[in-house]
C-alpha cells in the first residue's frame, strides 16, 4: 500500500520569505500523481499543485514550485514570497494513474506567516 | 460552477445517539468520496461510490457506519451509534468519471462532528 509521510507537524515563515514543506512518500508504482493541497481554517481542501510522476520537469504555479526527486520519493513545496493567505495546513497526497482512486494523505504541516 | 455542498457544517450529538451527512456533487461528476479527518491527521477514505454502486468500502466501520448514493447524485453517510473517537470533519468530494484519466478531486467545506 502507498503511504505519505510529512515529517513537519509546523512550520512558519515571515511575511516575503520562502519557506520549504517536506513530503516523502512510498510506492512500488513506477507512474501516478502527487499533490498540494491546502486546508485553511475553513475547512475547504484547495489544490495548490499537481505533478505527475513520468514528468521530469518541476511543477510551478505562481509563486508555488515543487522539488520533485523520483529516485528518493521526495516531494517537497516551496512557497516564494509568502502572503498572509498562505497560513493554512499544508498535505501531500498521492494517486494513481488509474483514475478515480481514492487520494491517500499525510498528516499535514500547519504553516503560520508572520508579519 | 457551483462546488461540492454538505451539511450540516457542524454537530454535536452524545455518544451512542446517530447522526446523518448529506453531500451534493458537483453536477455531473460520477464518482463521490467519503473522507473521515481526525484532528491532527490527514483525510482517509471511508467509502467510494462510482454513480450509486460502492467500489470501496473496506475502510468502513459497517457495524456503525452506513451510506448510500440515491440515484447516483446526492450521498448521505450514517453514523448509529456514535462513538467518542468517531468525533471527526467528514469531507466530501466529487470528480468526472474516467478510467485511466485523473481527474482533480473536488472537496466540499466538510462537516465537524463533535461526539461528547
Known amino acids: 500500500a502507498q503511504t505519505v509521510t510529512q515529517s513537519q507537524p509546523e512550520m512558519s515563515v515571515q511575511e516575503a520569505e520562502t519557506v520549504t514543506l517536506s513530503c516523502t512518500y512510498d510506492?512500488?508504482?513506477?507512474?501516478?500523481?502527487l499533490f498540494w493541497y491546502k486546508q485553511p481554517p475553513s475547512r475547504q481542501m484547495i489544490l495548490v499543485i499537481r505533478?505527475?510522476?513520468?514528468?521530469?520537469q518541476n511543477a510551478t504555479e505562481n509563486r508555488f514550485s515543487v522539488n520533485f526527486q523520483k529516485a528518493a520519493k521526495s516531494f517537497s513545496l516551496k512557497i516564494s514570497d509568502s502572503q498572509l493567505g498562505d497560513a493554512a495546513m499544508y498535505f501531500c497526497?498521492?494517486?494513481?494513474?488509474?483514475?478515480?482512486?481514492?487520494?491517500?494523505f499525510g498528516k499535514g504541516t500547519r504553516l503560520s506567516v508572520i508579519a | 460552477e457551483a462546488g461540492v455542498a454538505q451539511s450540516p457544517r457542524y454537530k454535536i450529538i452524545e455518544k451512542r445517539q446517530s447522526v446523518a451527512f448529506w453531500c451534493n456533487p458537483i453536477?455531473?461528476?460520477?464518482?463521490l468520496y467519503w473522507y473521515q479527518q481526525i484532528l491532527g491527521q490527514g483525510p482517509k477514505l471511508l467509502i467510494q461510490f462510482q454513480n450509486n454502486g460502492v467500489v470501496d468500502d473496506s475502510q468502513l466501520p459497517k457495524d456503525r457506519f452506513s451510506a448510500e448514493r440515491l440515484k447516483g447524485v446526492d450521498s448521505t453517510l450514517k453514523i448509529q451509534p456514535a462513538k467518542l473517537e468517531d468525533s471527526a470533519v467528514y469531507l466530501c468530494?466529487?470528480?468526472?468519471?474516467?478510467?485511466?484519466?485523473?481527474?482533480?478531486?473536488?472537496f466540499g467545506p466538510g462537516t465537524r462532528l463533535t461526539v461528547t
Open positions: 510506492t512500488s508504482e513506477s507512474d501516478y500523481y
Open positions: 453536477s455531473g461528476h460520477a464518482t
Open positions: 468530494a466529487s470528480s468526472f468519471s474516467e478510467t485511466s484519466v485523473l481527474y482533480e478531486q473536488y
Open positions: 497526497a498521492y494517486d494513481t494513474v488509474y483514475g478515480n482512486t481514492p487520494l491517500v
Open positions: 505533478q505527475e510522476a513520468y514528468k521530469q
